[in-house]
């Protein structure tokens, strides 16, 4: 452009135009694009990024590493919740339910403390009333769906974030698994509650007849034994048989217990004694002299009109075996028990089977005991063994049978213990349900099982009225009744001079 005057006549040059982007010259951009500068920029070098990534997995893996300690932490919390209730609340600061939780505990807690003060009497009063069985049972269910909601919420609340599904679902399978685990003693509980409530109602009667309330210790006295020297309980085999009608007891044995000291006297009355003063509580029934001692029994079942006060009684023919049973010793016998004979073998299966020791070869028979022989020696009986080392006459005699039969309750006793009985529970229970009968009230069982209790390391004495001691086809049932006070006497004076009086302990061992 050339200055100078407007209007000198002088031509305005304009300037050059603005060259379009891109354009230069020589045909090169000598003037770099800002975007594209910026761009440049901002890309990070090499050492930089693998920095940036190196922290990115760091992080990744220590946010993993700490999920899996959280899950595991949580699973430990939830397993202990049930002892510690509201420690997972307390951790996760729920501090107002938490603190709840644990108060119930330390209540609960104090309660056990307290049933644990009453100790044994407490335990065996819940074994053997019906009500309370029932109550225990119930509040066992309640329990492990209590058990089971605080483990669920505990981990609920306690579970982390960031789990990868698979470890979610590892971490719901091992809060199951825990459920499954911690359930399983209370509903064992309610079971075992259900069975023994069951037990004690089909098996015991409601109330006692009038002998029996007249021998009852005086319930929730602190000595309930204290105006009951002696406890008479008749114990009885069935033999009931195929083929054979009705049922014999072919095993009559009066157990005698000093209330005191435990200390048991058996007196065993052969099956075949003759002439026998069958006794309807008030007079004598009409009974052919020929029968024999074992077939009373079916002679009450058939006609339960002969007894006094007449036949309303739970089982007739055991009520009149009973009243004779009292006539025969001159003692009082309030009480029966009856072991169908067919499930004896049962109940020395469920408890494992029975030590004996046998000191004869006892012939029996081959369908039952392949070898046909129990040999002499000590050694444990099957249930099918014991049964016919109770019932084999062969080659021997009813009063042998009598000793042995003897031996096989002294030796059930001494073996069968709380654990053994614990652990063949549901098997017994069943047993007894169908093959034991009885007239014992339910309302005496908890001093019974006080008193079972001290009959297990006590002295256990035996009488059999035997010959040549007695005669079974004329017996003299004067003198039967002297011996029997006699051995009682002795029993609860630890004396020994009544004839044919022995300790089981020694005889059997």
Not at 354 to 366: E, F, I, K, L, S
Not at 399 to 424: H, I
Not at 495 to 505: M, V, W
């Amino acid at each position: 452009m050339v200055d100078g005057p407007i209007g000198d006549g002088t031509r305005l040059l304009p300037d050059d135009p603005p060259r379009p982007a891109g354009e230069n010259d020589g045909g090169r951009d000598v003037r770099p694009e800002p975007d594209a500068q910026h761009e440049q920029d901002a890309q990070p070098k090499p050492d930089e990024q693998h920095g940036r990534d190196e922290r990115h997995g760091r992080d990744e893996r220590q946010g993993r590493d700490a999920a899996l300690r959280g899950l595991v932490q949580a699973l430990l919390i939830a397993a202990v919740s049930p002892a510690i209730p509201g420690i997972a609340h307390l951790r996760a600061g729920r501090v107002r339910l938490g603190g709840t939780l644990l108060f119930a505990q330390a209540l609960l807690l104090t309660g056990t403390a307290a049933a644990v003060g009453e100790g044994r009497s407490l335990f065996l009063e819940l074994s053997v009333r019906p009500g309370w069985l029932l109550a225990v049972a119930v509040a066992a269910v309640v329990l492990a769906g209590l058990w089971t909601a605080l483990i669920v919420h505990s981990y609920a609340i306690l579970v982390p974030d960031g789990l990868s599904p698979l470890w979610r679902l590892a971490g719901g399978t091992s809060v199951s698994v825990l459920c499954l685990l911690v359930i399983v003693p209370p509903l064992t509980v309610a079971h075992y509650g259900y069975l023994q409530r069951d037990l004690v109602d089909s098996l015991f009667a409601e109330g006692a007849g009038a002998a029996g309330a007249a021998s009852a210790p005086a319930a929730g006295a602190a000595d309930p034994w204290a105006g009951t020297p002696r406890l008479n309980v008749l114990l009885m085999g069935g033999d009931a048989d195929v083929g054979r009608p009705g049922v014999r007891t072919d095993s009559m044995t009066l157990a005698s217990i000093d209330t005191a000291t435990g200390d048991t006297l058996l007196m065993s009355l052969p099956r075949n004694l003759q002439h026998v003063p069958v006794w309807s509580g008030t007079k004598r029934v009409p009974f052919p002299p020929k029968e024999l001692l074992n077939e009373v029994y079916e002679t009450g079942t058939r006609n339960p009109g002969v007894l006094a006060g007449g036949g309303r009684v739970r089982n007739p023919g055991a009520e009149l075996l009973k009243r004779t049973v009292a006539h025969i010793l001159g003692q009082p016998v309030p009480y029966y028990a009856m072991v169908d004979m067919r499930s004896f073998r049962q109940i020395v299966d469920a408890v494992g089977g029975v030590q004996v020791c046998v000191t004869d070869a006892v012939p029996v028979p081959r369908q039952q005991v392949p070898s046909g022989v129990l040999k002499p020696g000590c050694r444990r009986l099957s249930g099918r063994e014991a049964l016919w080392y109770g019932r084999s006459r062969t080659g021997s005699s009813d009063y042998s049978r009598m000793s042995r039969q003897k031996c096989l309750m002294w030796a059930l006793a001494r073996q069968a213990g709380p654990l053994t009985v614990l652990r063949s529970f549901q098997r017994l229970t069943q047993v007894f349900k169908f093959s034991v009968s009885t007239d014992l009230p339910r309302r005496l069982l908890p001093q019974l099982v006080g008193l079972a209790a001290k009959i297990r390391n006590a002295e256990i004495t035996s009488l059999q009225f035997v010959p040549p001691v007695v005669s079974t086809w004329r017996p003299d049932y004067a003198e039967i009744r002297r011996m029997a006070a006699r051995a009682v006497r002795d029993s609860s004076s630890g004396a020994r001079s009544a004839d044919g009086l022995h300790i089981l302990s020694n005889s059997c061992a």
